[in-house]
């Protein structure tokens, strides 16, 4: 035979292998393992890829096949449910870009039948009102936010500090409920131990990303000349990385700024670098769970029909710093995240 012809019948038999490949992976087939979504709003966060990571050990424990898809916005949301109904996906988890695509993005699934579970955030309806008969598993956002105040009073009076010189700078996202929330729930601890209410200040953030807390840090920052020290506080580690990249800019160090985040995970670079920043440490909740949990209950749903609860709220929460988070990550099971 010749070299062309073999070459011709070699490209023939693979592309009907890809064909084949491909149309299982679109339409199914029923031999095909359980194939179920898992949609996060900024992969980049080291939370989501942690939900994704676990999400993929209960499918390893299940026998299911995780679709990770990444849905920064409303379009790319909607097309990935297209997608997921198209390779024969019967549901999937989801951490919305905007919960005001909440009745969009249910809509869609009841169009293909697929089961929807949120993570993270709560969907809202047109009303503005949360959807509470779309199942949610989160964290317990006002209690974790509490907590955020508490330890960052707690760290003040620790260092002795002279609190008539010392500022909040709390870096809000109101529109986003689990935000509002976490920070309300900070600012609330902060004035139940004594701060002065006077000298806690707000600025909204841009994005929910370290360039929009930092921008919206300049600006507080560039109105308060006369503050000596800082406290930030922030729904996440990368708003309060923001916050405190901004100090810093500032001319401001470890030694008058105190950041505490919200989500451990996205802290460890910070507090792995050998000298200590104004970012003292981090909440960590339990984004293993939150990965683990929400595919698991979505696969009991679809496999043997347990509808699950309609609100899990995750209460876990330890505050790691440049002392113990190697040890606490361990404990969780996330210790590979640390780099050796
Ligand atoms: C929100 C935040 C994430 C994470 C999650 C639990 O979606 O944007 O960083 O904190 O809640």
């Known amino acids: 035979m010749g070299t062309i012809k073999k070459g011709l019948i070699a490209a023939a038999l693979l592309t009907s292998a890809l064909v084949s490949t491909s149309a299982n992976a679109l339409f199914g087939s029923s ?94 309806n047109a009303k503005g009102k949360p959807m509470t008969d779309v199942p949610l598993i989160m964290m317990a956002a006002s209690e974790i936010g509490y907590r955020q105040g508490q330890e960052l009073y707690k760290e003040m009076l620790h260092r002795k500090w002279d609190v008539n010189t010392t500022a909040v700078m709390a870096i809000t996202a109101d529109e986003l409920d689990t935000a509002r929330r976490r920070v309300d729930g900070s600012i609330k601890a902060l004035k139940e131990a004594g701060f002065p209410v006077e000298r806690i200040y707000r600025v909204p953030t841009k994005s929910n990303d370290i360039p ?9 920052l560039v109105q308060h000349p006369e503050v000596k020290q800082w406290l930030i506080v922030g729904m996440n580690d990368n708003t309060v990385l923001g916050g405190v990249r901004a100090t810093e800019g500032q001319g401001f160090t470890k030694d008058n700024v105190i950041g505490i985040g919200i989500n451990g995970v ?75």
């Open 31 to 124: 031999n095909d393992e359980l194939k179920l979504g898992y949609l996060v709003k900024q992969p980049e966060e080291a939370w989501f890829q942690t939900e994704w990571a676990f999400a993929d050990k209960a499918g390893a424990k299940y026998h299911f096949e995780t679709l990770k898809m990444a849905v920064p916005d409303g379009e790319k949301t909607l097309n990935a449910i297209d997608t997921l109904a198209a390779s024969g996906a019967k549901g999937f988890v989801i951490c919305t870009p905007d919960p005001k695509l909440g009745p969009a993005i249910m809509a869609k699934a009841k169009s293909y039948g697929l089961k929807v579970i949120t993570v993270d955030d709560q969907f809202i």
């Open 266 to 340: 996205g802290a460890i670079n910070e507090l792995s670098k050998s000298k200590a920043t104004g970012f003292y440490g981090s909440l960590l909740p339990s984004p293993d769970v939150h990965g683990f949990k929400s595919i698991e209950m979505l696969y009991h749903w679809v496999k043997d029909g347990v509808e699950p609860p309609k609100m899990t709220q995750v209460k876990d929460v330890v505050l790691i710093t440049r002392d113990n988070f190697r040890a606490e990550l361990d404990k969780k099971g996330l210790g590979n995240l640390v780099k050796k």
């Open 212 to 220: 929009g807390a930092f921008d919206a840090g300049n600006s507080m």
